[in-house]
């Protein structure tokens, strides 16, 4: 594994002062609420999307794991390949920057 994380969220009130962090080879999304940093290799990615606050519309609600207070703020939805927890919601400091940043990842180096 890649020790060199290429981006790092700000720790934010949204994100309950949670860091969220982009490897080369993993994403790995830090939990108060289960006590330990949630780990996701690049390959076990299907999809990450920028999702809405749920005051514009139904589309910023997701179902899933929520890390933070996603649903109160523009986030990010992380889906899975495989798992318990398919679909996990977080708060990065700039959710644009932080997809963009992982579909790069997801993608592979061009």
Known sequence: MND????????????????YRIYRDRLELQSWFLFHTVVVPANEIQAVEV????????????????????????????????????????????PDKFVAVCQSVISGPT
Request: with cysteine.
């Open 4 to 19: 060199m994380p290429i981006y790092i969220s700000k720790r934010t009130g949204w994100s309950l002062g949670q860091e």
């Open 51 to 94: 999702r809405p606050s749920i005051f514009h519309g139904r589309e910023g609600f997701i179902w899933g794991m929520k890390l933070d207070n996603c649903n109160l703020c523009r986030h990010v939805l992380l889906t899975k390949k495989s798992g318990v927890f398919k679909r996990i919601g977080f708060s990065p400091d700039d």
